[in-house]
């Protein structure tokens, strides 16, 4: 059974940095999408960034040349090193995964979900 598992949110300044990672359970994620979405009250979930197995990424448009996700296929961890933080950044952020040919803007494919972790940055 695969878990997934978030850390790492919390409250920040605006300009700040925050990094939150994710631990998996379960050997089958290492040949999946990892990948983290994030959702503020009264909007869908939005993808933020993801990674495939062969370590491809690709972000949302908003958080382009700001945060870096990366995975690590022996621990089983997914990163994402967020900069430059804005208040419009504030959400729940939440880890997932899906097969690399299931990727959406909106989490349709996801399989696996985290609990998320909570980011508010503040202005």
């Known amino acids: 059974q695969v878990q997934l598992v978030e850390s790492g949110g919390g409250l920040v300044q605006a300009g700040e940095s925050l990094r939150l990672s994710c631990a998996a359970s379960?050997?089958?994620?290492?040949?999946?999408?990892m990948a983290w979405y994030r959702q503020t009250p009264g909007t869908r979930r939005e993808l933020v960034a993801e990674v495939t197995s062969g370590g491809i990424t690709n972000y949302g448009d908003s958080v382009k040349d700001r945060f870096t996700a990366s995975r690590d296929n022996v621990k089983n961890t997914l990163v994402l090193q967020m900069n430059s933080l804005k208040p419009e950044d504030t959400g729940v952020y939440y880890c997932?995964?899906?097969?690399?040919?299931?990727?959406?803007?909106?989490?349709?494919?996801?399989?696996?979900w985290g609990h998320g972790t909570k980011v508010t940055v503040s202005s």
């Open positions: 379960g050997n089958i994620v290492r040949i999946m999408t």
């Open positions: 997932a995964t899906h097969p690399q040919s299931k990727s959406s803007e909106d989490g349709s494919g996801v399989r696996i």
